[in-house]
């Protein structure tokens, strides 16, 4: 199909990684929501901080899924227990345990929680459903740039720059993100449809979208220890 052409609605494209086969499937899976301008990245224009405003609005949901997941919890109670080794309540236990995590992930001005991380050995699928005022999948020659602007807001920032000179806000002491590399990621499926109007919105813009991102987390081989997720 050559790029410009139309397409029926909605339309489904799959990206594999050629990473480490999958042992174990689906051990978490949960879904992220974003809505608001989505624009392309391209190699002179990487959206350094347009991808940190869609990476501060993943936060409050991945601060809430470790406060709500058993697995995540534990793994933070060991940590707060190394950290602070007093006796202290489970609600100053979680705080310790994630100020403790935020600090072995200091970087870029930040104090980062990532939640697929080599230590864990997970790998994640992603599936996506992209809303936008176009819908074709071809149309404009961007949706591989605008998937790069959302894959690259879903991870840690490694420099000042890549987290667009920003400071952290009051509620962002540590910043959850989900991925501390898109090398971790194991499959991207988007399935992109037409976006009629954001919620709350009387107008639409070219470049609005909303976007459902259906997260997967897997053991990427056979654990014998620390096996946080089952």
Same mark, same amino acid.
């Not at 992220?32 to 989505?38: D, I, K, P, R, S």
């Not at 624009?39 to 990476?55: F, S």
């Not at 991925?179 to 499959?187: C, G, H, P, T, V």
């Not at 009629?196 to 056979?222: F, G, T």
């Given at each position: 199909?050559?790029?410009?052409?139309?397409?029926?609605?909605?339309?489904?494209?799959?990206?594999?990684?050629?990473?480490?086969? /999958?042992?174990?499937?689906?051990?978490?899976?949960?879904?992220?929501?974003?809505?608001?301008?989505?624009?392309?990245?391209?190699?002179?224009? =990487?959206?350094?901080?347009?991808?940190?405003? $869609? =990476?501060?609005?993943?936060?409050?949901?991945?601060?809430?899924?470790?406060?709500l997941e058993e697995n995540l919890r534990?793994?933070?109670? =060991?940590?707060?227990?190394?950290?602070?080794?007093?006796?202290?309540?489970? *609600?100053?236990?979680?705080?310790?345990? $994630?100020?403790? $995590?935020?600090?072995?992930?200091?970087?870029?001005?930040?104090?980062?929680?990532?939640?697929? $991380?080599?230590?864990?050995?997970?790998?994640?699928?992603?599936?996506?459903?992209?809303?936008?005022?176009?819908?074709?999948?071809?149309?404009?020659? &961007?949706?591989?740039?605008?998937?790069?602007?959302?894959?690259?807001?879903?991870? /840690?920032?490694?420099?000042? *720059?890549?987290?667009?000179?920003?400071?952290?806000?009051? &509620?962002?002491?540590?910043?959850?993100?989900?991925?501390?590399?898109?090398?971790?990621?194991? *499959?991207?499926?988007?399935?992109?449809?037409?976006?009629?109007?954001?919620?709350?919105?009387?107008? /639409?813009?070219?470049?609005?979208?909303?976007?459902?991102?259906?997260?997967?987390?897997?053991?990427?081989?056979?654990?014998?220890?620390?096996?946080?997720?089952?």
């Amino acid at each position: 199909m050559q790029c410009g052409v139309p397409v029926q609605l909605p339309h489904t494209a799959v990206f594999v990684n050629t990473g480490d086969p /999958i042992e174990s499937e689906n051990l978490m899976e949960f879904r992220l929501l974003y809505q608001g301008e989505l624009l392309a990245c391209t190699n002179t224009k =990487r959206r350094a901080k347009e991808k940190h405003v $869609i =990476r501060k609005s993943f936060h409050p949901q991945l601060r809430r899924l470790w406060s709500l997941e058993e697995n995540l919890r534990d793994y933070v109670y =060991r940590k707060s227990l190394r950290a602070a080794p007093d006796p202290h309540t489970p *609600e100053e236990r979680f705080g310790i345990g $994630i100020q403790a $995590i935020g600090k072995d992930w200091s970087r870029a001005g930040f104090e980062l929680v990532p939640l697929v $991380i080599p230590e864990f050995a997970l790998q994640c699928s992603i599936d996506v459903l992209l809303l936008r005022p176009s819908g074709y999948i071809f149309t404009q020659g &961007d949706i591989d740039g605008q998937l790069k602007t959302l894959i690259d807001a879903l991870r /840690i920032p490694d420099s000042v *720059e890549e987290a667009g000179s920003a400071i952290p806000d009051v &509620d962002e002491h540590p910043l959850f993100c989900l991925l501390q590399d898109d090398k971790l990621i194991s *499959e991207v499926k988007v399935t992109t449809d037409r976006l009629l109007l954001l919620p709350q919105e009387k107008d /639409i813009k070219a470049n609005d979208c909303y976007a459902v991102i259906h997260v997967k987390l897997n053991h990427r081989n056979a654990r014998t220890f620390d096996n946080y997720f089952g």
